[in-house]
């Protein structure tokens, strides 16, 4: 490799040295004079180097590189004069710089691990680490295991399944769509800050391990549930159907983890008229009705007060889900939609209904005071409090306030955020059930998330009702999802051999551990990059955050609660492509 050269000078005796000049500097006109031998000593390559006058000479001097033999190791100056490569302590500057290199490389490694190790611990998913390595049951040890059937594929169903042993298991995945939706950002999708198919993972990604199917997933509706019999009714409910239609399936062992509806109160009108804010199909309805209000205001010769009806946009649900799209929905129209239609951007109003006294309810006082009077000052936004909406008309929405003065609220877009309701079939499993279901708003569990009054029904997430009565938050399913599926691997051969024995209930289910949700903080975004957070142990210990910096922390605990890291490739490029091009104003 090549030689480091540098000009030499006059150098100052002994003990008269000037400090902070290298005995290697030389200034320019002596360089020019050819004065050039090797270094002495070594010179790092980014040293700076001072003449005795302590002017700035050179940052790097190196000489061209010569292969070995030529002129036998001897070159010349510009005046002739020779130089020889006698010294035997050569500094490698080509060495020194891969050193360098290796170190920064060995440094972002180690910080890559220990964001993994992070995330691991975050989303308590040690098991990747571990499953490759697990010796797995053999094909014929696999036969008459007990067949477990898991209704669903939201949080609660995946992060089970995403557990579960599928190898001391017949596993089968009944669901309507082939997909999970991540639906913490979903009111983030009705604006195109994120895009549908970034927050979605196919599910049968989820039912392969170690390049085997160990787990089957069917594409169909269940509709019914025989408990007496361990059946369940299936219906094929796409567009596209075969001869096959209906079919029944058997099980040992069901999982209830379909969720639950939106709960319209029985208030006449909301299905007809309002859209929900469930599924990935009402982000995009709820997007193009938005823009297509745009439209419809913006044809010339348009009533002003029709234009005023189509650009009142109302949110009815003052919780997470109503109140994050809400300020979503503003962002939208203040940052892209009113630089698109500026003749309607003083025209533009949202309104957000909640029957009860507050919004965010289930936070602190302080972050509710906040949000409530960053609402009532923003421009454009208006809260009604204590008002109940009676009944919902194709235009009007018809709202009682506390005083009882009944009154219309005109809209263009309506968006139905509030409660949750159990679905058909978890009303009907209820009444078959009898008076071990006492509560009407979901299967009622134990301990274990064992269906009280069964003895191979369990369910988990928005469908169930736990004795802590925890509340329906994407938290709670996932975390039951993970308990269910260690407590299955954990008592597989009981489970085995219950079904062996005409039992269904493995006998040492008591002694198992107990499902204990642990609570790791609630996030709510308030639009203008601001976000709130409340971190709560219990109801003496809580800790509140607000403004630009919550925004970034729950950007990234939303990042790191995504399940694949294709996910967040996508989510991130989103966030960059909103910030730095705007959202898409485009309908379809």
């Known amino acids: 490799s090549g030689l480091k050269w540098v000009a030499r000078g006059p150098f100052p005796k002994k003990g008269k040295r000037k400090k902070g000049v290298s005995p290697c500097a030389v200034s320019l006109r002596e360089c020019g004079r050819g004065r050039l031998r090797q270094c002495p000593r070594p010179v790092l390559a980014d040293t700076i180097m001072w003449s005795r006058s302590s002017t700035l000479i050179a940052r790097r001097i190196v000489a061209p590189r010569h292969r070995y033999g030529r002129n036998n190791g001897r070159g ?63 094909p014929d040890q696999r036969k008459d295991r007990p067949h477990v059937v898991i209704l669903g594929a939201g949080w609660g169903a ?49 039912c392969r391990r170690s390049d085997a199917e160990e787990a089957q997933f069917i594409e169909v509706e269940a509709t019914k549930i025989d408990a007496k019999n361990n059946r369940v009714h299936c219906v094929d409910t796409s567009p596209v159907q075969g001869s096959v239609r209906e079919f029944d399936l058997e099980y ?51 009533p002003a007060s029709e234009i005023e009806r189509l650009l009142h946009f109302v949110v009815v649900g003052g919780g997470p889900a109503g109140v994050e799209y809400a300020a979503d929905l503003h962002d939208f129209l203040e940052r892209d939609l009113k630089r698109t239609f500026p003749e309607l951007k003083e025209k533009v109003k949202i309104t957000l209904i909640e029957a009860l006294p507050h ?43 506390s005083d009882g003065v009944m009154h219309d609220v005109p809209y263009g877009t309506l968006v139905w955020a509030t409660g949750n309701a159990p679905k058909p079939m978890i009303s009907d499993l209820i009444n078959q059930l009898g008076a071990a279901q006492p509560i009407r708003r979901g299967l009622s569990v134990d301990e ?44 597989a051969d009981s489970f085995y051999q219950a079904k062996k024995n005409g039992t269904q209930t493995p006998a040492d289910l008591d002694k198992a551990q107990r499902f204990d949700y642990a609570h790791f903080g609630s ?11 409340e971190f709560k142990k219990d109801a003496n210990s809580k800790f509140t955050l607000a403004g630009v910096t919550t925004f970034f922390l729950w950007r990234s605990v939303y990042m790191s609660k995504l399940l694949s890291f294709r996910n967040r490739v996508l ?7 909103a910030w730095v091009f705007g959202r898409d104003v485009s309908r379809g």
């Not at 995403?162 to 001391?168: I, Q, S, Y």
């Not at 309002?274 to 938005?290: C, H, M, P, Q, Y």
């Not at 989510?571 to 492509?577: P, Q, T």
């Open 76 to 138: 010349s100056g510009k005046n002739g004069r020779e130089y020889t490569n006698t010294n035997t302590n050569t500094y490698n500057s080509t060495t020194a710089t891969s050193s360098k290199s290796w170190r920064k490389w060995l440094w972002v490694a180690g910080v890559g691990v220990g964001v993994y190790v992070v995330d691991l611990w975050a989303n308590d998913d040690w098991e990747i680490l571990s499953d490759p390595f697990r010796s797995r049951l053999t």
């Open 158 to 206: 995946l992060n089970m399944l995403r557990k579960l042993h599928c190898d001391k298991f017949k596993v089968t995945v009944v669901s309507p769509r082939n997909f999970f939706l991540f639906t913490p950002l979903l009111p983030s999708a009705t604006s195109g800050t994120v895009e549908t198919r970034s927050i979605m993972e196919p599910i049968r990604r989820y």
């Open 252 to 302: 040992d062992h069901l999982v209830i983890a379909v969720g639950a509806d939106s709960a319209t109160f029985g208030i006449p009108g909301v299905k007809e008229h309002g859209i929900f804010l469930k599924s990935n199909e009402d982000a995009t309805k709820i997007r193009n009705r938005v823009m297509d209000c745009m439209e419809t205001a913006s044809i010339p010769g348009q």
């Open 359 to 401: 919004i965010l309810s289930m936070f602190d006082a302080t972050i509710i005071e906040r949000v409530e009077h960053k609402f009532q000052t923003t421009p454009g936004l208006e809260i009604l409090l204590r008002s109940a909406v009676t009944a919902v008309e194709p235009n009007v929405v018809k709202v009682k306030a």
């Open 448 to 491: 274990h998330l064992k269906v009280k009054g069964t003895t191979n029904i369990w369910a988990l997430g928005d469908c169930s009702v736990t004795p802590q009565n925890y509340p329906a938050t994407a938290q709670v399913a996932s975390q039951e999802g993970r308990y269910l599926g260690r407590l299955f691997n954990d008592l």
């Open 523 to 533: 996030f709510a975004y308030i639009g203008n990059w601001e976000a709130v957070a």
């Open 571 to 577: 989510v991130g490029f989103d966030w960059l492509k």
